[in-house]
């Protein structure tokens, strides 16, 4: 009786610290990850494309991107690295946050990358560009090729695209370019850019941002940031290029530190990816970036309820 009783309580021990330690999501390793860019694909699984930190890096010196799927959205298998700056002719660091496509019966992985030095202390003497590429393959977890052999412009500076497809089949590449909020529509084979940069109007709201993802949700278009790269926010509007109108804020500043997300709905529910700074055992002793995930719910009226970061994410009861 006493050792079914203590087997008893051991289960019960073991499932609840399953259930309960969910965030930051288990990829198998101590594998540290930024950026999620979440999909669901044709076969209902979900796919994470996400950047890859070194331990104690330096200034967010990067080298490759890597995938992850799951489809239960607890158990996660590492794909490995499915583009990196040595697979490019044209970049050799700066492998930031991607984003990718499905179009055409071909997976697109969009992604900002690039090269030379930032000097923080003299700016002048900085010689760091970044541009965003295109690769192609015909897996969603790659490897992917490099499509172009370029970026697709050099001019202005580029980085975290998003990449979005609108029910009609049209692609649209959202990105930061220069401190504006500039869009493009994308040509069929999503290789180049067709016509103007567009800069979009933000209904005078325009703070300094990092990662826009757009999503569409009952004919509304979503264009989400993270704000001052730390507070992701939102603005709604009824065409893909805007004019946006402000919302509000999704989820609040955590540590001064900066934040990245995407938004997508999974088996009829939608999920909030983003990334959190942890607290690991790296001889720098600094905290660095895992992603965790969260449920996102809607007001009647399509706006968005607020999300609090928690560490049991997804293994939450619905
Ligand atoms: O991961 C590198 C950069 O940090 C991303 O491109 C930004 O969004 C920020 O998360």
């Not at 052999?149 to 692609?171: M, Q, R, S, V």
């Not at 370019?177 to 994308?186: I, P, S, T």
């Not at 703070?207 to 001052?228: C, L, Q, S």
């Amino acid at each position: 009786m006493k050792l079914f009783k203590i087997k008893t309580i051991w289960i019960y021990v073991l499932l609840t610290s399953t259930c309960f330690s969910q965030n930051p999501l288990n990829f198998g390793s101590d594998i540290l990850t930024a950026d999620p860019s979440a999909h669901v694909w044709k076969d209902g699984k979900m796919y994470i494309y996400a950047s890859h930190d070194e331990p104690c890096q330096e200034d967010f010196w990067m080298k490759d991107w890597h995938v992850f799927s799951s489809g239960d959205l607890i158990n996660w298998t590492d794909h490995g690295a499915c583009l990196s700056v040595d697979d490019l002719s044209w970049a050799d660091n700066f492998a930031w946050a991607p984003d990718a496509a499905y179009k055409n019966g071909k997976y697109y992985f969009c992604f900002p990358v690039g090269t030379g030095f930032k000097d923080r202390k003299n700016p002048k003497n900085s010689t760091k560009w970044m541009g965003l590429g295109i690769a192609v393959s015909d897996s969603p977890t790659g490897p992917f090729k490099d499509a172009i052999g370029k970026p697709l412009w050099t001019e202005p500076y580029a980085n975290d695209p998003c990449l979005f497809i609108d029910d009609d089949d049209k692609g649209y590449i959202y990105f930061n370019g220069g401190g504006d909020y500039l869009v493009a529509e994308m040509a069929d084979d999503l290789l180049s850019v067709k016509g103007e940069l567009y800069k979009m109007d933000m209904g005078g709201y325009k703070p300094k941002r990092e990662g826009p993802w757009v999503f569409k949700r009952n004919g509304i278009y979503y264009y989400t940031m993270p704000e001052d790269n730390r507070v992701l926010t939102y603005y709604t509007s009824n065409s893909p290029k805007g004019p946006w109108k402000y919302q509000g804020e999704i989820m609040n500043e955590e540590n001064a530190s900066n934040n990245h997300h995407s938004i997508v709905k999974f088996n009829g529910q939608w999920i909030l990816f983003y990334h959190r700074w942890v607290d690991t055992e790296f001889d720098c002793n600094k905290k660095q970036r895992k992603i965790c995930a969260e449920y996102l719910y809607f007001n009647e009226d399509g706006t968005i309820k607020p999300v609090e970061r928690t560490e049991a994410g997804l293994s939450k009861k619905l």
